[in-house]
C-alpha cells in the first residue's frame, strides 16, 4: 500500500501554514512595490510640477528646494521598509521552498504507479450491485497534482530573484538617493539652512528608480499568483 498522500489526505499543518504564509507575504510586497512606483514617487515628483520659483537666479536655490525634501522623504521611507521587506521577502521564499520540497518528496501520484478505482452498476435482473475494479498507470502529469510544488518553486524563486535585482540593477540609483538623503539630514541636524542637492539627477534617479521598481513588483505579484495557483490546486 502505497505511503504517498493522495489529493484528500490533509496535509501537516506547517505545510498548510506556510503555503498560506507565503502567500500573503508575496501579497504584501506586491502591493508595496506597486504603491512606491505608483503613488509614493510620483507624489514626490509631484513637488516639482507644483513648484514655482518666485525669482530667478539665487532665488531657485532655498531651503525649500523640491529635490531636496523630496530625496529626504525617500530615504526616509526606504530607511524604514527596508529591513521590514527584506525579511519579508526571506520569510515567503522559505515557506514556499518549504511546501515545494515537501510536495516535491511526497507526490500525490508517482510515474508507473498503479491506482485502483471501482465502479457499481445495477441490472435490471437484480437489486444488488454489479461492482468491477479497474487498475490505471499514473503518468505523473506535470500540471496535475503531482506537480504542483513546481508552482511554490517557481514562487520562491521569483521572491528569491527580488534579492540580486535590488542589489545588482539597483544599486547606484539607491546608493545615489540615500547618500543624498544621508547628507541632507546631517546638515540638518547641524542646523544648516542651505539644503541642496542636483534638481535634474535627483529628479532623474527618482525616476529611473520608480521605473526599476516595477519590475519588482511584478516578480512579487507573479509570484504571488503562482502561490494561490498551487493553494487552490491542493485546495481541490
Known sequence: MSTYPSSGTL???????????????????????LTHSSHTVP?????????????????????QQPASQAVKIFHRIHRSSHKVLLNLILASAGSYSYVAY???SHPFTRPGEHISSASARFSGSSYLPETSVHREETGGEFFGMAGTWMFF?????????????????????????????????AEERRGMGLQVVDEQSTWRDLDQWRKKNWTRAAMAGVAGILGGMGVAKLSI
Open 11 to 33: 496535509l501537516p499543518p506547517a505545510i498548510r501554514f506556510a503555503k498560506i504564509l507565503g502567500t500573503l507575504g508575496a501579497g504584501a510586497l506586491a502591493g508595496t512595490y
Open 43 to 63: 507624489a514626490l515628483e509631484s513637488t516639482k510640477r507644483s513648484s514655482t520659483p518666485a525669482t530667478t537666479g539665487a532665488a531657485n536655490v532655498s531651503t
Open 102 to 104: 515537501y510536495l516535491y
Open 153 to 185: 518553486a517557481t514562487s520562491a524563486t521569483l521572491l528569491m530573484g527580488i534579492i540580486p535585482y535590488s542589489k545588482i540593477v539597483m544599486k547606484k540609483i539607491n546608493h545615489r538617493l540615500n547618500a543624498a538623503g544621508e547628507s541632507l539630514e
